[in-house]
Every structure is written in structure tokens, then in C-alpha cells.
Antibody, heavy 118, light 112 residues
């Protein structure tokens, strides 16, 4: 069974970028798809984008298109979320969720708190 | 994007009671194969990350008690919790994954 461990909390200035990592262990990395989900205060869960490392296919939600880059490093079984042009509206918990390709989000990381403040 | 709407937003129940949570989608979540319906249910307990309960309309995830069941069709879905227990408190979300971006409902908060 796959498990994922995310990087620690971040405090950023407006206009900067943040990179959050999600390291997978157990299971076979290339059989999974990874989704990044954002949970802002008082807001519903929101998918930002996803990646299928086996075919290096990436999909991004239109709302974040241009600001988000998702990458995967097979050698370290780690997936990354890169978010640029930060504003206070990006203050949220960022979740990495993983499942079999085409399947539900079976396993979630512990969440990474990103705070954006001047 | 597919819009998911849940009701009620808050549900208060007594332990041992039955709880029924509703979710509707702005379009059918039935796949073109006519068999699979791509709606999942997740529970976020207080202070925790979401966990998968039900996938593809009615399949229970590993380790989920059989008190939880999913039903519905097309664009109208229900999560039923038989004999609610205190540990079931939290926010329940439905999510569609028939098309990207996957989208969530606003959640139903279950209170005991």
C-alpha cells in the first residue's frame, strides 16, 4: 500500500513561489496517479492539477493554469507542486493525494500549510 | 467544470440513528460504458486529512465499515450511514472524477 509524506510548512511573501514535495513509498510508483488538492480556509476542496508519472501526463485546472507546475522524479519517487505568483488567497493547506491510475484518491498526505503574508 | 452540490450542509444525529447525505452533480456521472458511475465519497475527520470511504458510487474502500453505503444514479447520489457512531463526526465530501478537473461538493458536516 502506497504512503505519501509531504514537505513541511512554508511561509512566503506575496509574489514569490513555493515548491511542495510529496514522497511516495510502498507500492510501485509508476502505477499511480497523483493529484494536488488545495483546501483554503472556509473553501471546499479544490483540485489544482495532477500527474501520471508513467506517461508523464500532466493536467491542470484552468484556474491555476500558468501558475502551477507539477513534476515527478521517478528516481526519488517524489512528486512536486510548484506554485508561483503567490497572493494571500493562496494561503491554504495543500494535499497530495494518490491512487491507482484511473482510480479514486486512496491515500492522502498529511497536508502542507502554506501561508502567504507580507 | 462539473458542479457538485451537497445537502444538508450540517446534519445533527444521535448515535445509533441513520444518516442520509445527498450529493447532486450538474451533469451525469455515468460513464459511456453505461456501467461505471464516477462519484466518490470522502470523510475528513477533525484535524485530519480526507480519507476515502466510497468509490465509483457504491464500492466501499478497504477497511471502511459496512455501516457506510453509497447509492444513486446519473446525477443524484446518497451516502447512507447506518447506526451512526461518535467516531463518524467530520465533514463528508462527494467528488466527481468523470472529467478533469475533478470537483468536490462543499461538504456536509456531521455532528453527533
Amino acid at each position: 500500500h502506497v504512503q505519501v509524506l509531504q514537505s513541511g510548512p512554508e511561509v512566503k511573501k506575496p509574489g514569490s513561489s513555493v515548491k511542495v514535495s510529496c514522497k511516495a513509498s510502498g507500492g510501485t510508483f509508476n502505477t499511480y496517479g497523483f493529484i494536488w488538492v488545495r483546501q483554503a480556509p472556509g473553501q471546499r476542496l479544490e483540485v489544482m492539477g495532477g500527474i501520471v508519472p508513467m506517461v508523464d501526463t500532466k493536467s491542470y485546472t484552468q484556474k491555476f493554469h500558468g501558475r502551477v507546475t507539477i513534476t515527478a522524479d521517478e528516481s526519488t519517487t517524489t512528486v512536486y507542486l510548484d506554485l508561483s505568483g503567490l497572493t494571500s488567497d493562496d494561503t491554504a493547506v495543500y494535499h497530495c493525494a494518490v491512487g491507482s491510475i484511473g482510480g479514486p484518491l486512496e491515500t492522502w498526505g498529511q497536508g502542507t500549510v502554506v501561508s502567504v503574508s507580507s | 467544470d462539473v458542479v457538485m452540490t451537497q445537502a444538508p450542509l450540517t446534519l445533527a444525529v444521535t448515535p445509533g440513528e441513520l444518516a442520509s447525505l445527498s450529493c447532486r452533480s450538474s451533469q451525469s456521472l455515468l460513464d459511456s460504458d453505461g456501467v461505471s458511475t464516477y462519484v466518490d465519497w470522502y470523510l475528513q475527520k477533525p484535524g485530519q486529512t480526507p480519507q476515502l470511504l466510497i468509490y465509483k458510487l457504491s464500492y466501499r474502500a478497504s477497511g471502511v465499515p459496512d455501516r457506510f453505503s453509497g447509492s444513486g444514479s446519473g446525477s443524484d447520489f446518497t451516502l447512507t450511514i447506518n447506526r451512526v457512531e461518535a467516531e463518524d463526526v467530520g465533514i463528508y465530501y462527494c467528488m466527481q472524477r468523470i472529467e478533469f478537473p475533478f470537483t468536490f461538493g462543499q461538504g456536509t458536516r456531521l455532528e453527533i
